[in-house]
Structures are given as C-alpha cells and as structure tokens.
Nanobody, 121 residues
Framework: QVQLVESGGGLVQPGGSLRLSCSASGYTLDDFAIGWFRQAPGKKREGVSCITSSGDITLYADSVKGRFTISRDNAKNTVYLQMNSLKPEDTAVYYC??????????????WGQGTQVTVSS
C-alpha cells in the first residue's frame, strides 16, 4: 500500500506563494504518475495538475496555468507543486494522488490525506 503525505499548506496573502510537497513512505514514487487535486467547501474535487513518472509531461488546469508548477525529484521521492500569485479562489484542501496515467480526470489508485491552503488577507 502506497501512503502519500502532503505538506506545505498554510495561510498566505493574495499574491503570495506556497510550495506543496507530496512524499511517500515505504514505496518509491518513480513508477507513478502523480496528480494534485483540490476541493473547496461545497465544491467538487478538481484536478489541478499532474506529472508523468518520468517527469517529461505535465498538465495544468486552465485556472492555474502560468501560476502553478509541478515537478518531481525522484531521488528525494517527492513531488512538488509550486503555487505563485495565489488568489482567494485557490483556497481549498489540496491532495496528491498516485496512479498509472497523468490526467486531470484520470483514475488514481492512492491518495494522501490532504493539506489546507487558505489565501486570505
């Protein structure tokens, strides 16, 4: 069983930045595509970004394109989501997930517990 742990969430002012991390214990993430998702209160979960196992392909939701960057460091067994120019509408619980296909609507096999991101002045 792959256990994913997200970290790096918090409270930030509009226009600020955060970097989320997704790591795994007891299992290497090398074989997996990793996706980042978010869910705001009262809203459906939405795909934010994903990256293939090799890191050669990345996808972004239109709402974050140009502001968020996904990357992975397989040596550290960690995937990152750099979030810049944050807006109040980015407020949500952010989840990382591991699967076989990188896609914002793809099925993912393993999920983390989530980390809260709040953008507010």
């Amino acid at each position: 069983q792959v256990q994913l742990v997200e970290s790096g969430g918090g409270l930030v002012q509009p226009g600020g930045s955060l970097r989320l991390s997704c790591s795994a214990s007891g299992y290497t993430l090398d074989d997996f595509a990793i996706g980042w998702f978010r869910q705001a209160p009262g809203k459906k979960r939405e795909g934010v970004s994903c990256i293939t196992s090799s890191g050669d392909i990345t996808l972004y939701a239109d709402s974050v394109k140009g502001r968020f960057t996904i990357s992975r460091d397989n040596a550290k067994n960690t995937v990152y989501l750099q979030m810049n120019s944050l807006k109040p509408e980015d407020t949500a619980v952010y989840y990382c997930a591991a699967g076989w296909v990188c896609g914002l609507n793809a099925e993912y096999n393993f999920w983390g517990q989530g980390t809260q991101v709040t953008v507010s002045s």
